[in-house]
């Protein structure tokens, strides 16, 4: 992964101002979308299922993705989720999964499998136990945080992408993105971002918004957590803690230069 490839999507992104609809949870809803904006996309924050097939028709029309992100969940959400995902896919237009706290609960974890039997996405992404929660039955987590480390989750990555002839994108400390057979790793990022709610949905939206520009999706997700992870850097050297991380990496969304994600660009 070079800089110039990234930079050259966060260009195409601002140019293009690609329609990234959510369908995401009411807790990270606004700064969802203000981070789509900062970046330069445009986002829709919708949940109708009666609107879902006109929203694929205009996704289609203008360019864009659709971000599904199983946070605050009901019934009428997931039927909603999932005739989007058949309403992107029948056009198209690139589908991310979020599947936040799948292991919590059997409701949860089935919820997530039953939207990826509807329709296969472009990318899932999630932290380690989410990951591994999809892949078997056993795994739990801590809520909507991870109890494993990124590479305990590596091999269920692996299998899952195989499995659903996608990309997964497993966060954390390191994250690590595959398609089953290549891989990449982001090191980039603070702890500190973990004290936000929310940054791993925004991470998801933003994977839609470079899914929007770059038609494969490993470089696109592998972009994206670059992307998160400089930004959450550059704020953190700003912020006096997590309330005003959470400003400053709008800015530096927003602000991100050629020159910064060249200097600060860590992978492998």
């Known amino acids: ?25 009411y807790v990270v809803m606004n700064n969802t979308a203000n981070a789509l904006l900062a970046l330069g996309a445009s986002p ?3 949940h109708a299922e009666e609107e879902m097939e006109a929203l694929a028709d205009l996704t289609r029309l203008v360019g864009g993705a659709l971000v599904i992100n199983i946070g605050t969940l009901s019934r009428a959400w997931i039927d909603a989720m999932a005739t989007a995902m058949r309403a992107a896919v029948a056009r198209g237009i690139p589908v991310v999964l979020d599947p936040v706290g799948a292991g919590a609960t ?3 974890t089935q919820a997530c499998r039953d939207l990826l039997a509807a329709a296969r996405p472009a990318v899932i992404r999630g932290n380690a136990s989410e990951i591994m929660a999809l892949w078997k039955d056993g795994v739990t987590t801590k809520g909507v945080d991870s109890a494993h480390g990124t590479e305990a989750a590596a091999e269920a990555a692996r299998e899952l992408a195989s499995r659903h002839a996608c990309v997964v994108c497993v966060s954390g400390a ?4 595959t398609d089953g057979g290549h891989e990449a790793r982001v090191h980039n990022g603070v702890p500190m971002m973990t004290r936000v709610t929310g940054l791993g949905c925004t991470a998801s939206a933003l994977t839609g918004a470079f899914l929007a520009v770059q038609p494969s ?7 994206a957590m670059a992307v998160m992870g400089i930004c959450g850097e550059v ?6 803690g997590p309330g005003t991380l959470q400003t400053h990496f709008l800015d530096a969304l927003y602000n991100l230069d050629r020159e910064t994600i060249e200097t600060r660009l ?3």
């Open 1 to 25: 992964m070079h800089a110039t490839e990234i930079w050259t999507n966060v260009e195409a992104i601002r140019a293009r101002n690609p329609l990234v609809h959510n369908i995401t949870n």
């Open 44 to 46: 829709v924050m919708a």
């Open 106 to 108: 059997a409701y949860r």
């Open 174 to 177: 390191t994250d690590f993105i």
């Open 217 to 223: 999706a490993l470089p696109a997700a592998t972009h």
């Open 235 to 240: 704020a953190a050297e700003r912020a006096a």
């Open 266 to 268: 860590r992978c492998s």
